[in-house]
């Protein structure tokens, strides 16, 4: 997304900051309380798309409650910081690895923030390591990183291996709470274990990709905050801050009116598509003091990673992932300095983030 869509925001906020779109036939919604108020009031703003005439779609992200809360649960304990915790020292040997093989000409996306999260995940999952770079190519298909004819091969061929991984009854770990997976009296079928798969892919990889990314930005742009961060304090602060100022999910675009109903006295349909604007949130004056800055708060209520019932499972995670990918630049780089002339930026306007970062 450009800079220059957080002027748009503003604008939309000022102007009472619900808009219709008629070209997306969608409501956006761009201040921090109606934002929040849609995401907490899951029983009329659904995740399903059949309430606008999609399609269901196998994962949680797109189911309502109580069957979300089932699904969600499955996997939810190992999500926890206790858990997550366990995995540190395993994140960190990652980081440290990848970003000791960088150079200088070295692309930061591709070598560093895209590898990181895509390897933890791989590590959560127990992937074989021989497998890991199959795992890899086939997560940019996922994501939309990759697209051509060769997806086939080998999407057949990671459902291959995964239905073989599942079909060993593994003992522990995330891939065992799937194996055995019990709801409305019987086993997750194996599209449904390899759904929980997909859906870890799509939500882990890119937005902690993005936030690295992005936190790189910050200390390219600001000379001095790179003093700032000499606690633990400042340095939950500037993460925090970063996922408020530069959000790496600016929307999500799939909330559907389950009934017709009213926000801030507007009159909305069921089966309406609703889209809301995180980004726009996060910028919201009478929600933040000098939005436009980034400032290391001590309080910071962002909505980066949503709220209410789908609110990110996986942030317990991110959060690590974030504080180690920081350390190990500010511990091997004296100087953070993006090369703005070499380095691409997304335009995609629902992301915020960097297709190729390098360093002056
Ligand atoms: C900076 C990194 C991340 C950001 C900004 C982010 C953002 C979000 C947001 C905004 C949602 C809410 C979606 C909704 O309400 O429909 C969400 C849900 C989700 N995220 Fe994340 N996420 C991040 C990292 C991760 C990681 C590391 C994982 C897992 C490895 C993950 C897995 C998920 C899953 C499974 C959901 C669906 C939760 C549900 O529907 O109950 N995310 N994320």
Same mark, same amino acid.
């Given at each position: 997304?450009?800079?220059?869509? $957080?002027?748009?925001?503003?604008?939309?906020?000022?102007?009472?900051?619900?808009?219709?779109? @008629?070209?997306?036939?969608?409501?956006?919604?761009?201040?921090?309380?109606?934002?929040?108020?849609?995401?907490?009031?899951?029983?009329?703003?659904?995740?399903?798309?059949?309430?606008?005439?999609?399609?269901?779609?196998?994962?949680?992200?797109?189911?309502?409650?109580?069957?979300?809360?089932?699904?969600?649960?499955?996997?939810?304990?190992?999500?926890?910081?206790?858990?997550?915790?366990?995995?540190?020292?395993?994140?960190?040997?990652? !980081?440290?690895?990848?970003?000791?093989?960088? +150079?200088?000409?070295?692309?930061? /996306?591709?070598?560093?923030?895209?590898?990181?999260?895509?390897? /933890?995940?791989?590590?959560?999952?127990?992937?074989?390591?021989?497998?890991?770079?199959?795992?890899?190519?086939?997560?940019?298909?996922?994501?939309?990183?990759?697209?051509?004819?060769?997806?086939?091969?080998?999407?057949?061929?990671?459902?291959?291996?995964? !239905?073989?991984?599942?079909? &060993?009854?593994?003992?522990?770990?995330?891939?065992? /709470?799937?194996?055995?997976?019990?709801?409305?009296? &019987?086993?997750?079928?194996?599209?449904?274990?390899?759904?929980?798969?997909?859906?870890?892919?799509?939500?882990?990889?890119?937005?902690?990709?993005?936030?690295?990314?992005?936190?790189?930005? /910050?200390? !390219?742009?600001?000379?001095?905050?790179?003093?700032?961060?000499?606690?633990?304090?400042?340095?939950?602060? $500037?993460?925090?801050? *970063?996922? @408020?100022?530069?959000?790496?999910?600016?929307?999500?675009?799939? @909330?559907?009116?389950?009934?017709?109903?009213?926000?801030?006295?507007?009159?909305?349909?069921?089966?309406?598509?609703? !889209?809301?604007?995180?980004?726009?949130?996060?910028?919201?004056?009478?929600?933040?003091?000098?939005?436009?800055?980034?400032?290391?708060?001590?309080? +910071?209520?962002?909505?980066?990673?949503?709220?209410?019932?789908?609110?990110?499972?996986?942030?317990?995670?991110?959060?690590?992932?974030?504080?180690?990918?920081?350390?190990?630049?500010?511990?091997?780089?004296?100087?953070?300095?993006?090369?703005?002339?070499?380095?691409?930026?997304?335009?995609?306007?629902?992301?915020?983030?960097?297709? *190729?970062?390098?360093?002056?």
């Amino acid at each position: 997304m450009l800079d220059e869509n $957080f002027d748009y925001y503003k604008n939309a906020r000022d102007n009472g900051g619900i808009i219709y779109n @008629r070209e997306n036939n969608c409501w956006e919604i761009y201040t921090y309380d109606a934002c929040k108020y849609v995401l907490m009031h899951d029983d009329i703003f659904s995740s399903n798309p059949k309430y606008a005439g999609g399609t269901s779609g196998l994962s949680f992200i797109n189911m309502d409650n109580p069957e979300h809360k089932d699904y969600r649960n499955i996997i939810a304990p190992y999500f926890m910081p206790t858990k997550i915790n366990e995995m540190t020292s395993e994140i960190s040997d990652i !980081s440290d690895k990848l970003i000791r093989n960088l +150079n200088h000409d070295s692309d930061i /996306v591709g070598n560093y923030a895209v590898e990181l999260p895509v390897n /933890v995940i791989s590590q959560l999952l127990g992937i074989p390591e021989e497998d890991r770079t199959k795992f890899k190519e086939w997560s940019d298909y996922i994501i939309g990183n990759k697209n051509d004819e060769n997806f086939g091969l080998i999407n057949n061929y990671m459902i291959r291996k995964l !239905s073989g991984l599942f079909s &060993k009854n593994p003992e522990n770990g995330i891939m065992s /709470v799937i194996n055995n997976g019990y709801i409305n009296n &019987k086993n997750l079928n194996i599209n449904e274990k390899i759904g929980y798969i997909m859906l870890l892919i799509i939500g882990g990889n890119e937005t902690t990709t993005n936030l690295i990314t992005n936190m790189l930005k /910050v200390l !390219s742009d600001n000379d001095d905050m790179i003093n700032n961060l000499n606690n633990d304090r400042a340095i939950h602060n $500037f993460i925090e801050e *970063t996922l @408020r100022y530069y959000s790496p999910i600016q929307f999500l675009p799939h @909330r559907f009116i389950k009934e017709d109903t009213e926000l801030n006295g507007i009159s909305m349909k069921k089966g309406q598509r609703v !889209s809301v604007f995180l980004g726009s949130a996060n910028r919201d004056k009478n929600m933040f003091d000098n939005p436009d800055e980034f400032i290391l708060r001590d309080r +910071n209520e962002h909505i980066a990673f949503g709220r209410g019932s789908h609110m990110c499972i996986g942030a317990p995670l991110a959060s690590p992932e974030a504080k180690i990918a920081l350390n190990d630049f500010l511990h091997y780089y004296n100087r953070i300095k993006i090369d703005h002339k070499k380095s691409v930026i997304l335009e995609n306007p629902m992301v915020y983030g960097y297709k *190729t970062m390098f360093f002056e």
